[in-house]
């Protein structure tokens, strides 16, 4: 059974940081594109970072230079670390795994940026 368990959400002001982890099992974790997206109130879900099993990284425009998406395999974790926060970051963020048309997702883990 594939599991997806996303920790490390909360609230933080606006400038800071905060990192999320993703702690997968069930899956032969290495061969597996893992991602992060979020979804805020009222939006559709949206892309912010995956990275391959080689390590290959996409980012979505918004968060290129602020967000840093990271993996280890042998721990089967991702995470993604956030920097220069903003309001519109405020969302509920998910990590995806996905390899060719299996795909899984975690429960999400909300983000919430306000003063």
């Known amino acids: 059974q594939v599991q997806l368990v996303e920790s490390g959400g909360g609230l933080v002001q606006p400038g800071g940081s905060l990192t999320l982890t993703c702690r997968a099992s069930?899956?032969?974790?290495?061969?597996?594109?893992m991602g992060w997206y979020r979804q805020a109130p009222g939006k559709e879900r949206e892309l912010v970072a995956t990275?391959?099993?080689?390590?290959?990284?996409h980012n979505a425009d918004s968060v290129k230079d602020r967000f840093i998406i990271s993996r280890d395999n042998g721990e089967k974790t991702v995470s993604l670390q956030m920097n220069s926060l903003k309001p519109e970051d405020t969302a509920i963020y998910y990590c995806?795994?996905?390899?060719?048309?299996?795909?899984?997702w975690g429960q999400g883990t909300q983000v919430t940026v306000s003063s």
């Open positions: 995806n795994a996905r390899m060719n048309h299996y795909i899984n």
């Open positions: 069930g899956i032969v974790f290495g061969i597996y594109t």
């Open positions: 990275i391959s099993g080689g390590g290959v990284v």
